[in-house]
T-cell receptor, first 112, second 119 residues
């Protein structure tokens, strides 16, 4: 079975500072990895995905993530955050098929 | 192009009642998944429907049931509501043919959710 661990429940950061949101996964087979963002009172929006190929993937809003198979990690990064990036971020894993498993989420709070 | 639409957006029920939530998938999608998101937690997989059949189910009791219609829309039914069923219920759609194009990955598009409060 797959599982996802988001290592930080909350990450406060000042505007224009860099940020990294950490995600580790567990799976006995090859995985697909995703980051979703959820703004207040809204559904989840796909930020980026790793399916195959290059381990560095770029997404929307200037976010990027790196797949590290040996460390079973998929950390999300942004070099300079904005107030509008304040939201809940979810890491997710799938092995294909019908089930995607989500982590508990990391609340990013960007301060002026 | 309409995305995933869910109804109702909010509803309040009392313990023991039954509720039906509805979802219309994104145009071109044929698969619908349902998730429960309790306050402060990540989405938990309930089940997924493809070709009008439940294909996989998460760790939820039989009080949770669903249906998919020929037009790919879906319903989630919850019977004998408990206080702990209060949550945001999210519908996500995807495409099996899209999965083939995405190296086999099932990429989900989410609706805004239906917030259920059980009193």
């Amino acid at each position: 079975a797959q599982s996802v661990t988001q290592l930080d429940s909350q990450v406060p950061v000042f505007e224009e500072a860099p940020v990294e949101l950490r995600c580790n996964y567990s799976s006995s087979v090859s995985v697909y990895l995703f980051w979703y963002v959820q703004y207040p009172n809204q559904g989840l929006q796909l930020l980026l995905k790793y399916l195959s190929g290059s381990t560095l993937v770029k997404g929307i809003n200037g976010f990027e993530a790196e797949f590290n198979k040996s460390q079973t990690s998929f950390h999300l990064r942004k070099p300079s955050v904005h107030i509008s990036d304040t939201a809940e971020y979810f890491c997710a894993v799938s092995t294909g098929g019908f089930k995607t498993i989500f982590g508990a989420g990391t609340r990013l709070f960007v301060k002026a | 192009d309409a995305g995933v639409t869910q109804s109702p957006t909010h509803l309040i029920k009392t313990r023991g009642q039954q509720v039906t939530l509805r979802c219309s998938p994104k145009s071109g999608h044929d698969t619908v998944s349902w998730y429960q998101q309790a306050l402060g937690q990540g989405p938990q997989f309930i089940f997924q429907y493809y070709e009008e059949e439940e294909r996989q189910r998460g760790n939820f009791p039989d009080r949770f049931s669903g249906h998919q219609f020929p037009n790919y829309s879906s319903e989630l039914n919850v019977n004998a509501l408990l206080l702990g069923d209060s949550a945001l219920y999210l519908c996500a759609s995807s495409s099996l043919s899209g999965a083939v194009a995405n190296s086999g990955a099932n990429v989900l598009t989410f609706g805004a959710g239906s917030r259920l409060t059980v009193l």
